[in-house]
């Protein structure tokens, strides 16, 4: 018997089917690898110019290639380190605002949070370059905090409907407010529920910090086309490389974090539930006919 609810599991002929598909688009795909090998390797493009971190021209140490790279590593971490508990902390305010029961409240939240929400974050950095006069590095973080802070918002604003409505009526029946309810019990289930989504969310916030080289911030994109500026166009696609790989490591990481996350979660939700459902001392639970004190209608 299947137990999904929108479709039923596949048959022996459906898997087969996938097992072939999933077989073909493999050897399509590493089809597709091999002659775009082929085709670099006839280009010249894996010439010299990959020694550019082990043997670099112009006087320079592979030390110093790597060390340019991971000091922009470490500026992209550094610009959404801040931005990232920035965002959280306006976003928890804007939902909160938003999900106000007074319309001279929720109203001006929700224009707030579609407003930000419709701006590039390119646009905002630059506003906070030009119009507020703040470094690179601020502008970066201002227009990362404000953009992501609608999204979270958002984010939260969802979760807290998914919810069940009794829990604000159990809230106001044993004496808390509003904003104690929403506080001490509905917050931290809403995280918890929305926590995969948010680390999401973050991942676009860290690959976002690519736009800071517009704005002449020095992170990894900004880093890399210095260097190819100072060894020679040829070197390009080498330096490319190594920045896409870095940025796939990082994102895959905090990708992979976000499953972790959702899989122990959903463990530790399962284990709780499984112990509140498992009498005392780990037996089975007692017939009703076989309690004391238990009288059976005859």
Known sequence: MS????????GPRTRRLERIASISVAIVALGAL???ATKMAADGL????????????KG??????????FKALGKTMSAAAVAAPLALVLALTLAGLRTARTRWISGPATAVIEFLRGMPVLLMMFFGLLAFGLSAYWAVVFGLALYNAAIVAEILRAGQAAL???QVEAG??????RGQTLRLIQLPQVVRLMLPSLISQFVVLLKDTSLGFIVGYRELLRTMQLNYSFFGDEYRLPLFVAVLAI???????LSRTAVVVERRLGAGGKTKKKARNTPSGGGSPTPASKQPGVMLDE
């Open 172 to 177: 106001t029946a044993i004496g808390l407010t």
């Open 34 to 36: 091999v002659w775009l």
């Open 60 to 69: 320079q140490t592979a030390s110093d290639v790597w060390t340019s790279l």
């Open 46 to 57: 894996f010439d010299d110019r990959w020694l550019v971190f082990v043997d670099p021209p």
């Open 164 to 166: 069940p409505r009794g």
């Open 247 to 253: 940025y796939l490591t990082v994102n895959i990481t």
């Open 3 to 10: 137990t999904s609810v929108l479709y039923d599991a596949p």
